[in-house]
């Protein structure tokens, strides 16, 4: 069955280090977008990558990196600089060209700074 | 600006029909209203999504006022397993999402 996998699910990371969240998508889709969403909160747009080797900054990308060396993948990482890295990471993707296209998300990364 | 207005949450009983409201006051004539809804702890949803005519689909129905500024999200008959966020969205190249409308399906 096509769809996004995100892993992993559950995710601890010490201060000061870089993590790595995995987003594949095996629907062919061009393009691919990450969004954060804190608690009780709507999600916020971090990077969105229309076309491979390409990729957009959204509302939110300081202290996040991103890059899109295949169709399939877009792998985000958080670095030391973002001040406050705990929350609920998705990665959604859709066909491109047109707002007629709806989004398909993955089930989510948990990240929790200790 | 692709921000759009819904209620905080809402409440209905269960069996019911429910009509979610939002308000898109600054779309443009190719802006598409997409509708989503997320469970806890899940990723969101795809519900459905129209340009100017109502739309049906096995889960709800979207109807959207004649001058575009507005749109409802109809659930027929809401069951227990419809309580969620549901993000009501003008859609163009990326999607903006708002806090939504956390419905309350009431037993």
């Known amino acids: 069955d096509g769809g996004i996998t995100q892993s992993p699910k559950y995710l601890f990371r010490k201060e000061g280090q870089n993590v790595t969240l995995s987003c594949e998508q095996n629907?062919?889709?061009?393009?691919m977008y990450w969004y954060r969403q804190d608690p009780g909160q709507g999600l916020r747009l971090i990077y969105y990558?229309?076309?491979?080797?390409?990729?957009q900054k959204g509302d939110i990308a300081e202290g996040y990196s991103v890059s899109r060396e295949k169709k399939e993948s877009f792998p985000l990482t958080v670095t030391s600089a973002q001040k406050n890295p705990t929350a609920f990471y998705l990665c959604?993707?859709?066909?491109?060209?047109?707002?007629?296209?709806?989004?398909?998300f993955g089930s989510g990364t948990r990240l929790t700074v200790v | 600006d692709a921000k759009t207005t819904q209620p905080n949450s809402m409440e209905s009983n269960e069996e019911e029909p429910v009509h979610l409201p939002c308000n898109h006051s600054?779309?443009?004539?190719?802006?598409?209203i997409h509708w989503y809804r997320q469970l806890p702890s899940q990723g969101p949803e795809y519900v459905i999504h129209?340009?100017?005519s109502n739309v049906n689909n096995r889960m709800a129905s979207l109807a959207i006022a004649e001058d575009r500024k507005s749109s409802t999200l109809i659930l027929h008959r809401a069951t227990l397993r419809d309580a969620a966020v549901y993000y009501c969205?003008?859609?163009?190249?990326?999607?903006?999402f708002g806090k939504g409308t956390r419905l309350h399906i009431l037993p």
């Open positions: 629907l062919n889709h061009d393009a």
């Open positions: 129209g340009l100017t």
């Open positions: 990558s229309q076309i491979v080797n390409d990729f």
């Open positions: 959604a993707s859709s066909m491109a060209g047109g707002a007629n296209y709806g989004y398909t």
């Open positions: 969205i003008k859609r163009d190249d990326k999607i903006i």
């Open positions: 600054t779309i443009s004539g190719t802006d598409y």
